[in-house]
C-alpha cells in the first residue's frame, strides 16, 4: 500500500514542524514538501502532486482560499485540509464550496484529526 502524499502550507515554520512530526508517526503518511505561502503551495502541487495538502488560511501574498482554487483547478483530486485560527463563517464556506474537504481549527488536539 502507497503512502499518503502529504504537503503542509501555512507561514508559520514551527507549526508546519509540529504538524511533521505529527504526521510521521502515521506509518502510511508521508510529508513531500512544506510552503510558506499560497503561491508556493500551489507551485509544489504543481510539481509534486500530493494526495492532501494541508493550508492555512491566512498567509502572506496568495493566501489559502486562493491557493485552494488554484490548486483545486490544478489537481481536482488532491484533497485540501484546511487548519486555520479563524473561526470565521464566510472562510468556512468559502472554502468548502470551492472544493476543500474539511476546516479544523488550530486549537484541536492531534487526537481529534
Known sequence: MSKIRIILADDHVILRQGTRQLLEHESDMDVVGEASDGAEAVELVSKL????V???VAMPGMNGIEATKKIKEILPGT???VLTGYDYDEYIF????IGAAGYLLKDVSGDDW
Open 49 to 52: 502532486k500530493p494526495d492532501v
Open 54 to 56: 494541508i493550508i492555512d
Open 79 to 81: 484533497k485540501i485540509l
Open 94 to 97: 468559502s472554502l468548502l464550496e
